[in-house]
């Protein structure tokens, strides 16, 4: 079945970085376009990024847009969020799954587990 494993999350300090992780299985990753999303306490999960499925074209949400890179790795079946000078605001759990082709800040198939990002002011 689809596993979707992130990591790479922690506490971090305004104007920090971290680097997320998505490692997958069960499917044919190098076929599908990723996405990475987001969800902030009481609120609903919001699109951030998504990468096609060569690497060649990405999307960006309009409040990461400069300061987020999303990349990926087909031979390690891995997607990655390169977060730059974070914000108390981009404070959340992370979560990667694939996207639809047509609509590639939506989503489709099962979530993993997440990986919480903590930004202090």
């Known amino acids: 079945q689809v596993q979707l494993v992130e990591s790479g999350g922690g506490l971090v300090q305004a104007g920090g970085s971290l680097r997320l992780s998505c490692t997958t299985s069960?499917?044919?990753?190098?076929?599908?376009?990723m996405g990475w999303f987001r969800q902030a306490p009481g609120k609903e999960r919001e699109f951030v990024a998504a990468?096609?499925?060569?690497?060649?074209?990405?999307v960006y949400a309009d409040s990461v847009k400069g300061r987020f890179t999303i990349s990926r790795d087909n031979a390690k079946n891995t997607v990655y969020l390169q977060m730059n000078s974070l914000k108390p605001e981009d404070t959340a759990v992370y979560y990667c799954?694939?996207?639809?082709?047509?609509?590639?800040?939506?989503?489709?198939?099962?979530w993993g587990q997440g990986t919480q990002v903590t930004v202090s002011s």
């Open positions: 799954n694939r996207v639809k082709i047509s609509v590639m800040t939506t989503a489709f198939g099962s």
């Open positions: 069960g499917f044919t990753f190098s076929s599908y376009p």
């Open positions: 990468i096609t499925w060569s690497g060649g074209g990405t």
